[in-house]
């Protein structure tokens, strides 16, 4: 039996790869693996500083493959309270994505930041944004 594909998993799987690729050139890094790594680690720790609309409405603007990574292992039930604070943030993307220390990290997450704008509406980021905390919306909006 013939491979049938479906245009939107195509798509999706391209503009993940576009994702990745945009990651990578901000990273400054030919390694898509450590790019993929960074995005995971980024889009997670943001969905749990969001709540749970904000991160709703986020995601609804995320390509498929995207999305899935973004709720991958979230179990909305099960919301773990934690500070909201730019050290946090910090802590946990240098450690999820295996990087240096926080100097990496914050240029990591600013690159990230920057990608995620780049494939949202202006008003998504701008919402996105006002959900964060001061500090971090800093970093974010660099």
Do not use: K
């Amino acid at each position: 039996m013939p491979t049938a594909r479906v245009d939107i998993i195509d798509r999706s799987v391209e503009q993940a790869h576009i994702w990745i690729n945009d990651l990578a050139e901000e990273l400054a890094t030919e390694d898509p693996h450590q790019a993929y790594r960074v995005l995971r680690t980024f889009l997670q720790t943001l969905r749990d500083h969001l709540s749970v609309d904000e991160g709703a409405q986020l995601s609804a603007q995320l390509p498929i493959f995207i999305r899935g990574i973004f709720y991958e292992s979230w179990d909305p039930g099960h919301v773990v309270e934690h500070s909201r604070d730019v050290d946090s943030f910090l802590v946990r993307i240098t450690t999820e994505a295996g990087l240096a220390g926080e100097t990496e990290a914050s240029f990591a997450v600013a690159a990230a930041g920057r990608v995620l704008q780049r494939h949202i509406s202006p008003g998504e980021a701008t919402s996105v944004l006002h959900a964060l905390p001061r500090r971090l919306r800093q970093l974010l909006d660099d």
